[in-house]
């Protein structure tokens, strides 16, 4: 730089002083009208106050410290009854300063994302550089330069020792603080941005051919700078030079360079010792790659240890690669820009397990622009020579949209890949290949002579190694040993081999859905249905459908239905969150007591209302032959309580009876009430785990009480324990479906005198004799056991009728000893923590007993014995 132009670039840089803040006062801020950050709150979010974090003397005393600078600069204002509030965070700057920022994190919880776009990093470095005078400048305080909309201010709350404030303008740390920022240079910058200027977010530079136009571009900038207001920061700024850093590049009239800070940081690291140092070793790589050609065949032993579950080893082939990545850091290649009128060549190499492609324009030489590689997916790596090439351009036209739509690309490959991909046969991937680069200028040249060193070492880091397979011909026959032979196979095999095409060394079949079906072979097919299955964009659906799709694919194998019904009948999450089984899977089977009070079914009903005496709980009995029904309310289910009704409500009453059957709730199960029915010689029967149908005739019996009750108690819920004796009385008085009877009559042998015929006297009543009184109801007694005989020959008609309707929508399921079976999840069982997403099905169980009437009894894997017996209505088969 001559001394005139050193001179006249000072002269303007004075001229514009005023544009440099020294201090947050010097700052007058962007008009609101221009630009202000607003906070889309959504409605439905609640105000988060933070609780007041303990923080060390040296931050608490820098804390105070900013505050008074914001107070001082108008930046913040005190607040008071603020719904929302935050903790400041002190971070250190690189000199050494404190810089006070706000923990937003509930606060950016409940705005969405602003959507507006960022610049492409690679288009603004590609602007950038090339240009012999650059200019670099920095916003002084940039976000606080912007206003925060007053209704939103408090909502930027945040709390310190001395009291609870919130900004004025916008504050670091929001969520779409970077969106609103690029947004306001958008605006201010806009005929400047992409002519001599770039700007991402904060970072801007200016950049010309020559210093004399620098003058005048600069001279621009300020005067936009000034209009809106907007203030630098001075010792940031850099004004006049031939390069410098802008997005971690180095930028300057030769092209592109890597960062020499990144570069170095690699080079000085020593070799990694455990995991979490070659994630970090990873992370840098990242920002390098576009310098690192076959970066990812380079680090394939290092990526294999983030890959693995097992102990961290640094191996040889660790370290090789390390020294490789140090030695070519240690003179990374330098980028050109891109010119738009000359096409960019683009070579592809491709390996077993890594593609790579590097982008060249033939201008002076043969000039790299950006290299690009990635390891191939476990799928990928089984495919075909062609598809991994065409992959490797498909992935290198992707992220790099921008070259290939601004210019004609030429890609040089020896692989026939130019005539498959133009091929009217593709189908599958292939074909979405053809058309996602059909929007390309894209033509295809053989391989030349090689001019440039990094594209030697390009070419010869993946040149793929010669591998011969014995292929194996199966000669198919048709039985006959003479020339006379029928050729009936042999025709059969004529007529399939029409249905088939090869198409560019791969076979297909001619389809009806699909115009060619790719034909793969068992390892692919395997593949294809994991990943269609239970792949990103997998769908766990039933086997046709899977077939179905597999089909629309493009996919074809001769055992295709077959494999994918096969396939999802023993995918083990899908037998785990199945849909539940409602139909019936044993036989209905009647219970039959052999005479009156012989068998009692019980059963605990509640929780109720708090009653009279802290009742909430409801112990009912109901006799299986007479139907007749004893109850009692509790205020807890206890085993003294159970033992105390059965005694006093039972035995005492109706004598010993010959069985006892109940669920398997603790109170049932308990050892002194089982010690106690066994010494009276009582037979204790417990239904299948979750299986109440098993004592239908106690649920039965709940259920009418409970619906009696509810339709006599209105809004008078409490006195439920007082109406209990009267639905008794009235449930005992009335006569059943099942028997025809009453159970007061099948109990006592005459019918109860119920109110209904004092009121209204009744024949009975009316002509009442006392006299004869007694010999008729002596005769009525006398002829009981014949009326029970009749209804108990009515109630088994009514049990085979209704086992006739029930066995009607039976699917049976049965199982044998040994058998692994899945068991419902039931509520009770299920991870609170997993709520709706909790799985249906539990196990693998093994069935180790096989009992009478569907009843099962399980055992782990491991050998331990389920407890209880479980009914095959909760079981299904499992497929291993």
């Known amino acids: 730089m001559t001394e005139e132009s050193r001179s006249a670039l000072c002269k303007v840089i004075l001229k514009n002083k005023d544009l440099f803040a020294w201090t947050p006062s010097d700052m007058p801020g962007v008009d609101p009208e221009v630009m202000c950050h607003k906070l889309s709150v959504c409605t439905e979010a609640r105000p988060i106050a933070q609780r007041k974090r303990k923080m060390g003397t040296e931050r608490k005393l820098a804390v105070e410290t900013e505050v008074a600078k914001l107070l001082d600069a108008g930046f913040i204002r005190e607040v008071h009854y603020t719904t929302w509030l935050a903790n400041v965070v002190m971070v250190k700057k690189s000199n050494g300063k404190w810089r006070m920022c706000t923990d937003y994190t509930s606060l950016n919880k409940a705005c969405p994302k602003d959507a507006y776009p960022l610049p492409n990093i690679d288009r603004l470095v590609d602007g950038a550089s090339g240009h012999g005078v650059l200019s670099f400048l920095d916003a002084y305080s940039g976000y606080n330069q912007i206003p925060m909309h007053p209704r939103d201010e408090e909502k930027t709350a945040f709390i310190t020792d001395s009291a609870n404030y919130c900004y004025q303008v916008m504050p670091f740390g929001l969520k779409n603080a970077g969106a609103t920022y690029q947004r306001l240079m958008n605006k201010v910058f806009q005929r400047q941005i992409g002519k001599n200027m770039e700007v991402y977010v904060d970072d801007m530079v200016v950049k010309s051919r020559n210093i004399d136009w620098h003058v005048t571009d600069l001279s621009e900038v300020f005067q936009q700078l000034r209009k809106y207001d907007m203030r630098l920061n001075p010792e940031k700024c850099v004004f006049g030079v031939s390069g410098g850093k802008f997005l971690g590049f180095m930028l300057s009239a030769r092209g592109i360079e890597a960062n020499p800070d990144k570069c170095m940081a690699i080079v000085n690291m020593i070799s990694p010792q455990n995991l979490k140092q070659v994630q970090q070793l990873a992370g840098r790589l990242t920002a390098l790659s576009r310098f690192l050609p076959c970066l990812a065949e380079i680090t394939k032993p290092m990526v294999g240890l983030l890959r693995k579950a097992k102990k961290f080893e640094w191996s040889v082939e660790c370290e090789e690669a390390f020294r490789t990545l140090k030695e070519r850091l240690g003179s990374p290649p330098i980028l050109s820009k891109p010119d738009p009128e000359v096409p960019i060549v683009v070579y592809l190499c ?69 005539k498959v991909l133009r091929k009217p046969e593709l189908a599958g991937r292939m074909m979405a290949w053809s058309i996602e680069l059909s929007e390309f200028d894209i033509g295809f040249q053989p391989r030349g002579p090689i001019r440039s060193q990094y594209l030697v070492d390009f070419i010869n880091e993946l040149q793929p190694r010669g591998c011969f397979v014995n292929d194996l011909w199966t000669i198919h026959v048709d039985g006959s040993s ?154 807890s289910i206890t085993t ?39 010494d009276l010689g009582i037979k204790h029967r417990f239904t299948s785990v979750e299986h109440p149908q098993a004592n239908g005739q106690a649920e039965a019996a709940n259920k009418v009480i409970l619906g009696e009750l509810k339709k006599r108690l209105g809004d008078a819920k409490g006195a439920w324990a007082e109406e209990l004796l009267e639905v008794l009385w009235a449930y005992r008085c009335t006569p059943q479906s099942t028997t025809k009877e009453t159970p007061f009559r099948l109990t006592y042998g005459t019918d109860a005198m119920i109110p209904v015929e004092v009121g209204e006297p009744s024949f009975r009543r009316q002509y009442f004799d006392e006299n004869t009184n007694d010999i008729s109801l002596r005769a009525e007694v006398d002829m009981v056991d014949e009326v029970r005989v009749r209804t108990e020959i009515i109630a088994e008609a009514c049990k085979q009728r209704m086992a006739r309707r029930f066995n009607s929508n039976l699917i049976k399921r049965s199982f044998k000893e040994g058998d692994l079976v899945w068991r419902v999840q039931g509520s009770a069982r299920r991870n609170s923590k997993e709520g709706k997403l909790a799985a249906n099905w ?39």
Request: proline share 4%; aromatic share 12%; net charge positive.
């Open 350 to 418: 491709v390996s077993n397990d890594t593609i790579s492609t590097v982008l060249i324009q033939e201008k002076e030489g043969q000039q790299p622009i950006y290299f690009i590689s990635r390891m191939l997916q476990e799928a990928e790596t089984r495919y075909q020579l062609l598809e991994k090439v065409a992959l490797g351009l498909v992935h290198t036209a992707r992220p790099l949209r921008q070259y290939f739509q601004s210019h004609q690309i030429v890609v040089r490959t020896d692989c026939p890949i130019a």
């Open 482 to 635: 003479n020339n006379q032979g029928s050729g009936a196979a042999a025709k059969k095999l004529r007529t399939q081999a029409a249905r088939y095409i090869v198409v560019g060394g791969e076979l297909y079949r001619r389809g009806f859905s699909v115009p060619l079906l790719k034909c793969v072979d068992k390892e692919q097919a395997n593949y294809i249905l994991r990943e269609m299955h239970e792949g990103i964009c997998g769908f766990h659906s039933g086997g046709r459908t899977l077939a179905t799709k597999v089909l629309r694919a493009g996919y074809y194998w001769p055992t295709l239905r077959e494999d994918c019904v096969k396939f999802v009948k023993h995918y083990v999450s899908c037998q785990r969150h199945g849909n539940l089984i409602h139909a019936s899977a044993e036989e209905l089977h009647g219970i039959s007591s052999p005479w009156p009070f012989a068998m009692w079914g019980m059963d605990i009903l509640g929780p109720f209302p708090i009653a009279k005496g802290q009742c909430k709980f409801l112990l009912v009995a109901v006799d299986y032959f007479t139907k007749w029904v004893e109850a009692e309310p509790l205020a």
């Open 842 to 880: 539990d196990g693998p169980f093994r069935v180790r007993h096989s009992l009478e009437n569907g009843a099962y009894k399980l055992e782990e894997l491991s050998g331990k014995v389920i407890p209880r017996t479980w009914n095959a209505s909760h079981l299904k088969t499992y497929y291993s």
């Open 640 to 678: 003294a309580n159970v033992q105390k009704f059965l005694w006093k409500n039972i035995i005492t009453r109706f004598g010993i009876p010959y069985a006892l059957v109940t669920d398997n709730g603790l109170q049932f199960t308990d050892q002194k009430l089982n010690r106690f029915i066994q």
